[in-house]
Every structure is written in C-alpha cells, then in structure tokens.
C-alpha cells in the first residue's frame, strides 16, 4: 500500500457499509447494513468510536442534517466516505487479493 494505510476488520466493514449507502450513510443505517450483510450486530458506541476513528484519519467526513419531527427535533449526522477513505480501502482490497492468491485451496484442504 502507498501510506500503509491501517485499518481494523471493523473500521474496513463500516468504511464500506458508509461507502455502499452513499447519500443515506447515517449511523442507524450503516448498523442494519452491518447486521444484514455482514451478520454483525454492533452497539451505538461501537460504531460511533469506529467513524470517529475513521474521521480522524480523514477517511470520513460527517454533516448535520436539519432536524425533523420524525427525530423528535433532533438533528442527523450524515457519514461521507472521503477520496481518501475510498483509496484507503482501495488499497487494502488489493493488498487483501494479493494474499488470497494461492492460498484457496489450502483452506478447502484443511477442511477435509
């Protein structure tokens, strides 16, 4: 990778869950997307430490969105996923490929 970029398993998970629901990347939102495609249930806490995390290396962005009535007058925090963050998790998919080469079938022969 170019900057050595280093991420956890769950910051990758929740960069792409924010990457993958573009305009509607708000916290409830990216938490189903989690649990729906990736079988993970994750706490509030969990998952605001993460974008936090993610945040400040710059790999996501976050705006307020305008209170609503169906929010109890609370405002939304929207997640961007940066040009940053998309080339970080860019190059980890190839560093990640690059290892999975050549080693498939050493997991389906463990398995037997």
Not at 61 to 84: H, K, L, P
């Amino acid at each position: 990778m170019g900057r050595n970029v280093t991420l956890g398993a769950f910051e990758q998970m929740v960069l792409l869950a924010a990457l993958r629901l573009g305009d509607d990347a708000y916290a409830p939102r990216i938490a189903a997307e989690l649990e729906e495609r990736a079988g993970r249930e994750v706490s509030r806490g969990t998952l605001y430490a993460a974008l936090d995390r993610l945040t400040s290396k710059g790999f996501v962005e976050w705006s307020v969105e305008a209170s609503t009535s169906n929010r109890g007058g609370r405002r939304a925090r929207r997640f961007t996923v940066t040009r940053a963050g998309v080339t970080a998790i860019s190059e980890i998919r190839a560093s990640l490929i690059g290892l999975w080469e050549g080693v498939e079938h050493l997991l389906t022969e463990g398995a037997s």
